[in-house]
């Protein structure tokens, strides 16, 4: 009981320590020239109830009592990460304590000058009085407006289709740039539902539904991919679908769609009329 009255009485999520952590974060990053980080109320949630679990049960560990892992614990607080770290500690007594102990340490180190845009961070003490420290890194998925995605990755499909000697560009289509975005959608909620009832929709129906008369289809799908570039770069890494983009198809419509747990969806429709 003890342990757990101490581990509650710590400070609110955000308040003095944490910024104190965020000040000694960026210092470090600054010496290497590294964009600073900036305090998120969501990681810095996820940090304090791991912490106070930590000091509840005085152990040190990534894995929580629950036996749940940092990114579980980042997404009860429905922080959407395309990238997530976490360093934790035990016994320091002062913010340039637990500094020095994880800037000597090659894969804390890693984390505090690492690709990240947030950081989370809290410490609680168990019933004797023992610090327990975790700093929570993240950077989440970019916004994306999906029209001005389409406008983009379409540009990025013609390219590689000029450097490849394929010619004439593709033509976007605003009846195809429908269907794709009711893919997109359709992947994000199937792979969101647990019960496995939702299946993939009918795409030669829902092209009919919207009027497009074709020979033959091809579609090209990504899943995960944060940007445009980095969608774009992911299915002409894949040799069956960069075939599809390479192909005799004239008219193309790109799908965008965000899942429940923030996860990117895409698609690339092409259909040759």
């Known amino acids: 009981m003890l342990a757990t009255i101490a581990a509650r009485a710590e400070e609110p999520a955000i308040g003095p320590l944490a910024r104190d952590l965020l000040a000694a974060h960026n210092k470090e990053r600054e010496v290497e020239k590294l964009e600073p980080l900036k305090l998120d109320e969501a990681l810095t949630k996820a940090a304090l109830e791991h912490a106070r679990d930590m000091a509840e049960h005085r152990n040190l560990s990534h894995e929580g009592s629950d036996g749940s892992t940092p990114f579980d614990r980042i ?37 505090i ?16 009085g023992r610090p327990y420290w975790c700093v929570v890194f993240g950077k989440p998925f970019p916004k994306v407006d999906p029209k001005q995605a389409a ?5 990025k499909i013609n390219a590689a289709r000029k450097e490849a000697g394929k ?21 994000a909620a199937s792979a969101g539902d647990k019960t496995g009832e939702k299946k993939q929709p009918d795409l030669v129906a829902l092209l009919k539904d919207a009027g497009v008369s074709f020979r033959s289809v091809g579609m090209c799908v990504g899943v995960g991919n944060p940007t445009v570039d980095d969608a774009m770069k992911s299915i002409l890494k894949d040799e069956r679908q960069k075939e599809a983009v390479l192909g005799t198809f004239r008219s193309v419509g790109i799908g965008y769609a965000k899942g429940a ?13």
């Open 261 to 273: 747990d923030g996860l990117p969806y895409w698609c690339v429709l092409l259909v040759e009329e």
């Open 151 to 155: 406008g983009e990755a379409l540009e």
């Open 75 to 111: 997404k009860r607080f429905d922080y959407h990460y395309a990238k997530a770290g976490e360093n934790v500690a035990e016994g320091q007594r002062d913010v340039a304590g637990v500094m020095r102990t994880w800037m000597n340490s090659e894969g804390h180190r890693a984390n």
């Open 113 to 128: 000058l690492g690709a990240f845009t947030q950081m989370g961070a809290a410490r609680a003490k168990d019933g004797d």
């Open 167 to 187: 010619e004439p560009p593709l033509k976007p289509s605003s009846k195809l740039d429908e269907v794709a975005r009711s893919f997109a959608l359709a992947m």
